[in-house]
């Protein structure tokens, strides 16, 4: 806006000079003052991200009608020229960032959207729905149901928080690695889920309050193939029913 | 294997002479058996057209001719003879072009477009006289080249062995979609794959009805796992069995009457007889064991499953109406997945060995005998056999994700057969459809 009332009274003064001279004079600058005009206009845009340069710009177009003023054409012609250079480098200067900002920004975007798309398709475990605090997973060795030292103490642990939260009923899921069969690993599975309530029950807990369900090999909680990965899978989950 | 007498339609000279005896292959798994090399060169367009169709349909005939395991299908890149000029007609080839490439049979096609419709006429000559011993007309319309060339496939195996093979059978499957499991088919070279049941739930362990209009499944998509069943031709879906606890791996007996699964509805997975639409359970096995996989014998008498009753899993049969199993397999200390082949000798089964890899092995179910089929490629489970028990799909690791495979009942002629990305598994062979 600034801009545009400073063109008017330009122009207006202008006028002034060519009807004062009694015709346009030949030696004012008439293009490249319009050029640095058109060019100086979005300065105030530009200020954010190409400070120095629109400062320089600004100064720069001062001087030059300063010059115009005092009837100096040719130097005031130089001056307009590199206002509206100093102009167009800043504006550069800003397409640039803003362009290098958009592809990170579009890079970050796939790269999130290649994650969704392979937790999806299960390549990467979707991170795991907070159980209730306290209630712990249960680890098993390998085609076996049976509790061992470890195992117990964990259930122990889980025991002690069902007894803290006495209105909590949870689901007591039995998994499997990938090793097996997918019908016996279901079958396994739901006698690690068993073994786990079974446990719970001894310590106290009353059983209305834990249902079982096995998901065999379906739903590991570590997808790689490694013996540390089917560790990890090999296990009981106790999950929150509402 | 049988050895029906069958008639050869000896077209051209109008006469009718049954099939030399020689004409027979033995089975694959037969000492004497070697493959039958046979020569399948282009087919030759007829008119204007049909050069796609030519194209497509030379390459599906000699993929059916090569997966079916009984044939050494002869490098094309050999062949002497140029097909695009050499005729059809017994009179119009020169066979001693064929003899000399090592070809014992040699098979051409013509093909033609007619309209809407592809126009195939097959020939399979016998190369060393340059007798005709079939010929086949088939048409329909050009989308379903596949299935038309399958068929003359399909006659040219039968005219070998006396029994049809499976080209125009269909494989079903589990296969990964979006972290869920879908249940799907495909032809049994892996093309045409589409899926039946797609709930954003689980759904696992594929199985046939006899006649191939059902596919039993067992599905988490009300809890469970439940088994239902999917009929084929609609996408229909219904609900078997809903008991407490487990209800999967539906086996269907081949006579048509009855199914068996695994449940746990008395807190340990047991083996159940019921009607096929889910009703009258009756319990077969009673142990505290684990107890699973059933999968039924030819004659429906009887059912082999794994029990780990004896310290680790292993493969038993039982009476089908009841009664004391017996144990089968004794080597090993983890084999799972028995399926019975349809000639009844053989009992696929998957073991884990000494290296605990997995692999796939049948056993002789009186017997004993056991032999192995894979070895060093990966892990591969859950094998079932084709419906003339020639061929098996199982699924392997060997390329990185699971795929399904095929191979001769003898472990030899292994192929990946899935085309497609995402985890396969849990293969099972459909039976064959009414004979066109």
Known sequence: MRNALARL???????????????????????????AERATADLDALKDCAPELVTAARAAMEKAQGLLAAEKYEEAKAGFLAAKQLADKARQECDQKRKAAEEAEKKRQAELAAQEAARAMGDVPAPAPAGPAGLVTVLFEFNAAELTDRSRADLEQNAEYLRAHAALRVQVEGHCDNRGSTEYNLALGERRAMAARQFLVKLGVDPERLEIISYGEERPADPDSTEEAFARNRRAEFRELR | MRKIALLVCLAGLGLAAPARAQDYLP?????????????????????????ELAKEGVEVLRNDLGIAGSFKVLDPRSYLADPAKEGLTGAAINFADWINVGAE???????????????????L???????????????????DLRRLVHQLADRIVKHFTGVRSVFSTQIAFAKKIKGNKA??????????????????????????????????????LKGGPHAWRVEVATGRTNLISKQRGLNI??????????????????????????????????RLTHNFAIDASPSWSPDSKKIAFVSERSGNPQIYVLPAAGGDPRRVTFQGNYNQTPDWSPRGDWILFNARDERLVYDIFKVNPDSGEIRRLT???????????????????????????????????????QRMISRGSGEYTNPVWGPWTPEK
């Not at chain 2, 539906?250 to 449940?263: C, Q, R, W």
């Open chain 1, 9 to 35: 009274a330009l122009g207006a003064l202008l006028a002034a000079f060519a009807l004062a001279l009694g015709g346009c004079p030949k030696k004012i600058p008439q293009p490249e003052i319009d050029a």
């Open chain 2, 27 to 51: 089975p694959i798994d037969d000492p004497n058996f070697r493959p039958y090399p046979i020569a399948v060169p282009s087919f030759k367009e007829l008119g204007t057209g049909a050069a």
């Open chain 2, 105 to 123: 049979g040699l098979v051409k096609v013509g093909i033609a477009a007619s309209g809407a419709d592809a126009v195939l006429e097959g020939r």
């Open chain 2, 125 to 143: 000559f016998d190369a060393a006289t340059g007798r005709e011993l079939l010929l086949a007309k088939l048409s329909g319309p050009k989308q």
């Open chain 2, 183 to 220: 249940i799907c088919v495909m032809d049994f070279d892996g093309h045409g794959e589409r899926c039946l049941v797609t709930n954003d739930s689980i759904n696992l362990l594929p199985a046939w009805s006899p006649e191939g209009r059902y596919i039993y499944f067992s599905s988490y």
């Open chain 2, 249 to 282: 791996g539906v086996a269907a007996a081949p006579d048509g009457s009855a199914i068996a699964l695994t449940l746990s509805r008395d807190d340990n997975s047991e083996i159940y007889r019921m009607a096929p639409d889910g009703t009258k359970p009756v």
């Open chain 2, 375 to 413: 070895q060093d490629q990966g892990n591969n489970e859950h094998p079932s056999w084709s419906p003339d028990g020639n061929l098996v799909v199982f699924n392997s690791t060997r390329a990185g994700e699971s795929k399904l495979y095929v191979m001769s009942a003898d472990g030899t002629n």
